[in-house]
């Protein structure tokens, strides 16, 4: 079965700093996406990035990017200029492809961002 | 594109009491699916339909757990004889297929 360790309960970042978030995974699929979702407080779910295997290049949006290192199967979020609204829990998750594309989640790192 | 609409967003019920739950997907997603979340855990995979076919279901799913989704749009998860272990955070999901996965808010189900 597939596994999903974020290693990092809790982390805080000054306001305008960069900050990782770390993520590893196990599987024995050759053929997965990778994804980070944000999950403010009492707010919903949101896609941050995602990343497919295949694709050897590391995937980018805005000032969200990732380290994807896929024979160390890890998977790290990297925030630049940090901002308040960065606040909330970050969720890393793997899907295989085909089948349902049900996601398999770890347990979340709590981001603080202090002014 | 309205997004994911879950309702209700938090119910309070006693032990023993059954609920119902209701997901209303993005109109073009023909994948639905619902997780679970616990306090201080990320969400875990309860089940999925493509379209109105349940197709997969967790082991986490007993049999007082039940989940429709009559022709292929909104979903209904439903829960016999609540329990105190199934306080928790439902949250519904659709996509397209090969898609990536938009949350609704989830409804938040307190036993007391």
């Known amino acids: 079965a597939q596994t999903v360790t974020q290693s990092q309960p809790e982390m805080s970042v000054q306001e305008a700093e960069t900050v990782t978030l770390s993520c590893t995974y196990d599987t024995s699929e050759s053929d997965y996406y990778l994804f980070w979702y944000k999950q403010p407080p009492s707010r919903q779910m949101i896609l941050v990035i995602r990343q497919e295997a295949y694709k050897q290049q590391n995937a980018t949006e805005n000032r969200f990017s990732v380290n994807f290192q896929k024979a160390a199967k890890s998977f790290s979020l990297k925030i630049s200029d940090s901002q308040l609204g960065d606040a909330a829990m970050y969720f890393c998750a793997y899907r295989r492809r085909g089948g349902s594309e049900k996601l398999v989640f770890g347990k979340g790192t709590k981001l603080t961002v202090n002014p | 594109d309205t997004g994911v609409s879950q309702d209700p967003r938090h119910k309070i019920t006693k032990r023993g009491q059954n609920v119902t739950f209701r997901c209303d997907p993005i109109?073009?997603?023909?994948?639905l699916y619902w997780y679970r979340q616990t306090l201080g855990q990320g969400p875990e995979f309860l089940t999925y339909f493509q379209n109105e076919a349940q197709l997969e279901k967790s082991r986490l799913l007993s049999d007082r757990f039940s989940a429709e989704r009559p022709k292929g749009s909104f979903s209904t998860l439903e829960i016999q004889r609540t329990e105190q272990g199934d306080s928790a955070m439902y949250l519904c999901?659709?996509?397209?297929?090969?898609?990536?996965?938009?949350f609704g808010d989830g409804t938040r189900l307190s036993i007391l």
């Open positions: 999901a659709s996509s397209t297929s090969g898609g990536s996965q938009h």
């Open positions: 109109s073009e997603h023909n994948r």
